[in-house]
Every structure is written in structure tokens, then in C-alpha cells.
């Protein structure tokens, strides 16, 4: 089964040397899905910088479908094109579903 989500974003930096960034948005899931599964929802998300390379993160996306969690972790900025996150995720839909997740971006 193939399936796909479309979102938008939008997101705030406030000032000061740590000042946080808020992100809100929504989004639609496309393709098939079981009958009573969330196919819209809105999402959040806040980092907080605790120094240049170290930040607190959590997002949060709504909805009893496949991206229905909210996850608290920390950002570690590698180098200017890598980064790391750490992070554990708590299902919307109950204890059964949580999980550690690790996971490593480079920016081309």
C-alpha cells in the first residue's frame, strides 16, 4: 500500500542568544488507509537551544494514524552540514506503540 502525507509549516524564531523556535502547522494523509484512521491532523514542534550545538527538541503531530506521536529528545549539531537527534516517541494511541528513535542528517 503506497501512501504519502502533505503538511505545511510555518515557524517563528524568537530573538536572544538561546531564543526558541515555534513551528504549527497541519496536515493530510494521502492514500488508502483502515477505516476509522486520522487522515488530517496539525502538528507542533519546539527547539530549544541550550548552546551552539545542543538543543532540547519535541514535536507533536495529532491524530490516530501511523504519525500520531509526540517525541521529546535533544539536537546535536555535528558540524555545519550534520546533525543528530535523539529522541523517544510516545504513541497517541496507547503505551503499546512508544519507541526510541536516532536519527542522522546530512545537509548537500
Do not use: C
Amino acid at each position: 500500500m503506497t501512501t504519502g502525507m502533505l503538511y505545511g509549516v510555518g515557524s517563528k524564531i524568537f530573538s536572544g542568544a538561546h531564543g526558541p523556535r515555534l513551528t504549527f502547522g497541519s496536515y493530510n494523509l494521502v492514500g488508502r488507509f483502515d477505516d476509522g484512521t486520522d487522515k488530517a491532523g496539525v502538528l507542533a514542534g519546539y527547539e530549544q537551544p541550550v548552546t551552539k550545538r545542543f538543543a532540547f527538541v519535541a514535536d507533536w503531530f495529532s491524530g490516530k494514524n501511523d504519525v500520531g506521536y509526540v517525541t521529546a529528545g535533544t539536537g546535536i549539531t555535528i558540524s555545519p552540514k550534520q546533525n543528530l537527534y535523539v529522541g523517544y516517541s510516545f504513541g497517541n494511541q496507547g503505551r503499546g506503540n512508544n519507541s526510541l528513535g536516532v536519527y542522522y542528517g546530512y545537509s548537500f
